[in-house]
């Protein structure tokens, strides 16, 4: 994310509040199905395939699901809230460019006739809401890393090609995959995410595209559009595309790194400053250096929902990889154009390293902006900056300059957002017991599992 100031994103391609006017318009770009999407707690694409001829009912009453068979609602199986409706936000229509004949809406829910208050988007809905009392709007850039890879023999792993040791912006593998990635910016493009940038990442096999940045909602909305028409292409080429965090131990994990502004109703930016000399001359205003305070204050609670897997945590260890490092934080702290800290300063903005590529975006940008906003109602200190590399000190040196671990299993993360009262209220108690009784859950069902590592090494010990 490159700009500071807000760019113009293009409008939907369908932007009509009245649904026989959309129809009409789909009828011209010949669509004959529209994907009713929303995003279930894990972050998941769900949804289904609405005829043109009934768009009218996906608006009001909405598409019905059965609560219950959706992962994170909690809904029963009987009476009058089994029943999850998503309604379509008219807004966000939109042609699938890779599937043509195909449109997405994007669905809220409700459950007996009132917003659902565990639907990620409603609850980012909140926080937004939250935001614009205040006359301010989030603006988030997201920056998916991701894996692509080919089976071979029953396993997955990047092409014969890509064997590099330090593989990171390596122009041959890059083009190896050029007709993936062309098919993909130009689906983007056509959605109006404007893709500026694509690399080879620091594995073999992993690739980041940069496209621009919007409002936190739009942001999480595009992120979801950007996995659907990846996992799709990707299929279509014989590829497997995969958010994994940490698919290969010897590689570094993929994270979803978030540039974060915010601006005020004339669009001014309020996080950035000319003079901050009180401070660490960064370029930041008082107001985004409490936010940050609030984003470091909380972290070890907002883990929980920017690494949501177990698999999260083999990439939030401070180690090795085979490229040289991980690029991924583990202890709390941030620095100027710092990489190895959970927040760097780039740009007069704040680009927080935590979230993973499996995180629920609606979620982490929600769960971001309470604890940004607790930092600015509370009036935080974020303390000193560090601006050494985290990575290369001993424990002794982190623990003079104050430096905390992050949780380092998921676990851990579960037990530090069950103690922030302060997420817990902000997000909604009924939310944050559901998602803790799926997390502690698939905690549980790892700790029990028995892996190859421990047999080849203790069978035959004792």
């Not at 001359?281 to 920017?306: E, I, K, M, N, R």
């Not at 401070?318 to 710092?338: H, K, Q, R, V």
């Amino acid at each position: 994310m490159n700009p500071i100031s807000p760019v113009r994103v293009k409008a939907p391609l369908f932007p009509a509040s009245d649904h026989t006017d959309v129809q009409a318009t789909l009828l011209k770009h010949n669509i004959r199905f529209v994907f009713a999407q929303f995003t279930d707690i894990h972050g998941s694409a769900k949804g289904k395939l609405i005829p043109l001829s009934h768009l009218e009912q996906i608006v009001c009453p909405g598409a019905g699901f059965s609560g219950a068979s959706i992962w994170g609602t909690g809904l029963p199986r009987t009476g009058p809230r089994a029943e999850y409706y998503g309604r379509a936000d008219l807004s966000t229509l939109q042609r699938m460019p890779w599937l043509p004949g195909y449109a997405r809406v994007i669905l809220d829910g409700y459950v007996a006739g009132q917003p659902f208050s565990l639907c990620p988007r409603q609850i980012l809905h909140q926080q937004v809401a939250r935001l614009a009392e205040r006359g301010w709007t989030l603006n988030a850039g997201l920056e998916p890393e991701f894996f692509l890879l080919e089976e071979s023999n029953g396993k997955f792993d990047s092409e014969t090609g890509d064997r590099l040791d330090k593989p990171s912006y390596d122009t041959k593998s890059l083009l190896r995959r050029s007709r993936f990635l062309e098919k993909l910016s130009t689906s983007l493009d056509a959605c109006g995410l404007q893709v500026f940038q694509i690399d080879h990442e620091d594995a073999n096999g992993q690739f980041e595209i940069n496209y621009h940045y919007a409002d936190a909602l739009k942001a999480a909305d595009n992120f979801m559009l950007f996995k659907m028409a990846a996992q799709h292409i990707a299929e279509e080429e014989g590829l497997l595309f995969s958010m994994m965090p940490k698919p290969f131990a010897e590689r570094p994990g993929s994270g979803l790194h978030f540039h974060l502004s915010v601006t005020d109703i004339d669009g001014k930016a309020i996080f950035s400053a000319e003079d901050d000399s009180d401070q660490t001359g960064l370029g930041l205003s008082p107001l985004a250096y409490q936010f940050l305070a609030g984003l470091l204050q909380h972290a070890p609670a907002l883990t929980a929902f920017c690494a949501p897997t177990v698999n999260s945590y083999k990439r939030l260890m401070c180690g090795e990889s085979l490229s040289g490092t991980s690029w991924a934080p583990a202890f709390i702290g941030y620095g100027d154009n710092n990489r190895t800290t959970v927040a760097r300063i780039v740009s007069q903005r704040i680009e927080w390293r935590l979230a993973d590529s499996a995180a629920n975006s609606y979620l982490a940008l929600a769960a971001v902006i309470a604890a940004g906003l607790d930092g600015i109602e509370r009036a935080l200190n974020p303390g000193p900056a560090v601006n050494r590399d985290i990575y290369q000190m001993t424990s002794e040196e982190r623990s003079e300059l104050g430096l905390h671990a992050l949780p380092q299993n998921l676990g851990l993360a579960n037990d530090a957002l069950r103690r922030d009262q302060l997420l817990s209220q902000a997000l909604g108690l009924d939310f944050i017991h559901e998602f803790l009784r799926l997390k502690n859950a698939e905690w549980v069902e790892y700790s029990q599992h028995v892996s190859s590592w421990e047999t080849a090494r203790y069978l035959n010990r004792f």
